[in-house]
């Protein structure tokens, strides 16, 4: 199978910005024997400015775009050092893809990295995509990863989506405020009442929220991708996902 995985801020750091080493050591063995297994295999990953955010010391995401920008240079050197090290591990290389939302628009750039990713796979060698955010600004950006995670999907013509996120999937209110909200486990079309279970809110170093996923999945669907929404804290829940298992929320988009 041809799996993008999307792994947000909150899976990979911790609030202070600091790398979750449980989380990032535990992801990449599991994608490794993905991969052993024969599963061609994309990561989106986020974590730039968290992990900049981290490593300068700072309290909080800096809202000024200079200073957001320089934090997601310094987060992404240190993210790619990490998966370096977990892959190189296991044996599996990985190669960085930086894109923002105009290279996908341009005709010539979008074909450029169609074939730079197709080529990568073909070499059986990792992908690991973010925004370019210290070029981004809101002008020219995908503006979040789980939009950026379901174009990479349609691009490669992937057969899934993972989305790892700091919630188990889709619930019919906000689990954080209502003990009763339920896990929603199927769904098999983006209906109004689906949409507005959106409600806005992320985490306070990543970007996305329940919204941004709902878009994803509409996109995945429209294109006959499945995706899956669940708990990035147990990354070996991907191997129940790979061999069909209902886990969290999966959005059915194969027909
Ligand atoms: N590209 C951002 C980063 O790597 C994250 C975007 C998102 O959280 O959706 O920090």
Do not use: W
């Amino acid at each position: 199978m041809r799996i993008v995985i999307k792994v947000g801020t909150s899976t990979l750091t911790h609030k202070t910005g600091n790398l979750n080493i449980r989380h990032v050591e535990k992801l990449c063995r599991v994608m490794s024997d993905l991969k052993n297994a024969g599963h061609e295999l994309i990561l989106v990953s986020s974590g730039a400015i968290g992990m900049g955010v981290g490593k300068l010391g700072l309290t909080e995401k800096p809202k000024d775009v200079p200073t957001k920008q320089a934090a997601a240079a310094i987060g992404q050197c240190e993210l790619m050092y990490v998966y370096d090290k977990e892959f190189s591990e296991y044996g599996h290389i990985i190669a960085q893809i930086l894109l923002t939302g105009s290279d996908l628009d341009n005709e010539t750039r979008s074909q450029n990295f169609h074939n730079t990713l197709n080529r990568l796979l073909e070499l059986n060698v990792l992908p690991v995509i973010n925004e370019n955010d210290t070029i981004a600004t809101d002008e020219i950006s995908v503006g979040d990863n789980d939009t950026l995670s379901a174009i990479v999907a349609v691009e490669a013509k992937a057969d899934l989506l993972i989305l790892l996120s700091d919630i188990k999937g889709l619930y019919t209110d906000d689990p954080h405020k209502n003990t009763d909200a339920k896990l929603i486990d199927k769904v098999y079309e983006i209906t109004e009442e689906i949409e507005a279970l959106g409600g806005g809110a992320g985490s306070s170093l990543g970007t996305g929220g329940m919204q941004t996923k709902i878009k994803a999945a509409k996109m995945c669907m429209e294109n006959h991708i499945d995706m899956v929404i669940t708990d990035g804290n147990d990354p070996e829940a991907l191997y129940d996902i790979a061999d069909g298992r209902l886990i969290g929320t999966h959005f059915y988009g194969k027909r």
